[in-house]
């Protein structure tokens, strides 16, 4: 992590706040130890003439803080083990009835035997994404192969196959980011997508991916910003910690990457989901 801590030792320097850093780094046994870091600048008269701060060991908790993780993780592959499976045969089963039915209109109607065989191919390509969509999520390194704007577009196919929906997206830029900004901002769009078909009724959403290059001069990188739109009902984030809408959930993972996450709701505007994640930011 040295680049990292280069870049906030540089900000310190010049007199910028920051907040506490974590780090790792090898002691003099060749051991990875994690230290976290909270440092300010010592100034005088105005000029930055040193660093102050403390160093912390937090290698015990980082282990457990691992522990818990894989812990969670067993567990969400095995959810979503069953979730597949679920999916799958109630994708099948819900196919050969429509079939069925197509099959009993086209020799009644032949117009409408068409227009139910458009439906069960709609219903076939989002089953298809949905179900891509699990299979990513049990296998993390094909989650972090995958390009962000390619992850999107799957869990807006996978959420129109599930509801009528209409899910829009524009895309800007050359999103390239760390892995685990990647599937930060992926789990930040999917749990806001997934409060969409539980809480607001909407009828549309729209999915808007902003990549933006460092300006020339600037110390910092490129900014990368999410935003999930939709126009259904309003609320009120601050009530909805303990509601079981994974608000906290979001705004953990946004304070993992480094990112900051906004929620707004307004009546008859519907809901906007804000992140910006940029490059070099602790």
């Given at each position: 992590?040295?680049?990292?801590?280069?870049?906030?030792?540089?900000?310190?320097?010049?007199?910028?706040?920051?907040?506490?850093?974590?780090?790792?780094?090898?002691?003099?046994?060749?051991?990875?130890?994690?230290?976290?870091?909270?440092?300010?600048?010592?100034?005088?008269?105005?000029?930055?003439?040193?660093?102050?701060?403390?160093?912390?060991?937090?290698?015990?908790?980082?282990?457990?803080?691992?522990?818990?993780?894989?812990?969670?993780?067993?567990?969400?592959?095995?959810?979503?083990?069953?979730?597949?499976?679920?999916?799958?045969?109630?994708?099948?089963?819900?196919?050969?009835?429509?079939?069925?039915?197509?099959?009993?209109?086209?020799?009644?109607?032949?117009?409408?035997?068409?227009?139910?065989?458009?439906?069960?191919?709609?219903?076939?390509?989002?089953?298809?994404?949905?179900?891509?969509?699990?299979?990513?999520?049990?296998?993390?390194?094909?989650?972090?192969?995958?390009?962000?704007?390619?992850?999107?577009?799957?869990?807006?196919?996978?959420?129109?196959?599930?509801?009528?929906?209409?899910?829009?997206?524009?895309?800007?830029?050359?999103?390239?980011?760390?892995?685990?900004?990647?599937?930060?901002?992926?789990?930040?769009?999917?749990?806001?997508?997934?409060?969409?078909?539980?809480?607001?009724?909407a009828r549309r959403v729209r999915i808007n991916l902003q990549c933006l290059d460092a300006r020339p001069g600037e110390r910092d990188g490129a900014q990368t910003i999410l935003s999930?739109?939709?126009?259904?009902?309003?609320?009120?984030?601050?009530?909805?910690?303990?509601?079981?809408?994974?608000?906290?959930?979001?705004?953990?993972?946004?304070?993992?990457?480094?990112?900051?996450?906004?929620?707004?709701?307004?009546?008859?505007?519907?809901?906007?989901?804000?992140?910006?994640?940029?490059?070099?930011?602790?």
């Amino acid at each position: 992590d040295l680049g990292r801590a280069q870049n906030n030792h540089q900000a310190l320097l010049s007199g910028e706040v920051r907040g506490p850093a974590e780090y790792r780094l090898l002691n003099a046994s060749g051991q990875t130890r994690w230290i976290r870091v909270t440092s300010q600048p010592i100034t005088e008269e105005g000029q930055v003439t040193g660093l102050q701060g403390v160093l912390t060991d937090i290698t015990e908790r980082k282990a457990v803080e691992a522990q818990l993780e894989e812990e969670a993780t067993a567990a969400e592959r095995q959810r979503l083990a069953s979730e597949l499976h679920d999916s799958v045969t109630q994708s099948l089963h819900s196919a050969s009835l429509i079939a069925e039915t197509v099959q009993l209109k086209w020799e009644e109607d032949p117009e409408e035997g068409r227009r139910g065989l458009e439906h069960l191919q709609r219903f076939v390509r989002g089953a298809l994404a949905e179900m891509r969509t699990l299979l990513l999520e049990l296998n993390p390194a094909a989650l972090e192969a995958q390009e962000l704007p390619v992850l999107l577009r799957q869990l807006a196919h996978a959420m129109m196959a599930r509801t009528h929906t209409l899910v829009t997206m524009s895309f800007a830029g050359e999103c390239t980011v760390p892995a685990d900004v990647k599937v930060a901002l992926y789990r930040i769009a999917q749990e806001a997508l997934n409060n969409v078909i539980k809480h607001a009724g909407a009828r549309r959403v729209r999915i808007n991916l902003q990549c933006l290059d460092a300006r020339p001069g600037e110390r910092d990188g490129a900014q990368t910003i999410l935003s999930v739109r939709d126009d259904g009902c309003s609320y009120d984030p601050e009530d909805a910690q303990s509601s079981g809408m994974g608000i906290g959930n979001m705004h953990e993972r946004a304070r993992g990457i480094g990112a900051t996450l906004s929620i707004t709701s307004q009546p008859d505007l519907g809901t906007e989901v804000l992140v910006k994640w940029q490059a070099g930011q602790a």
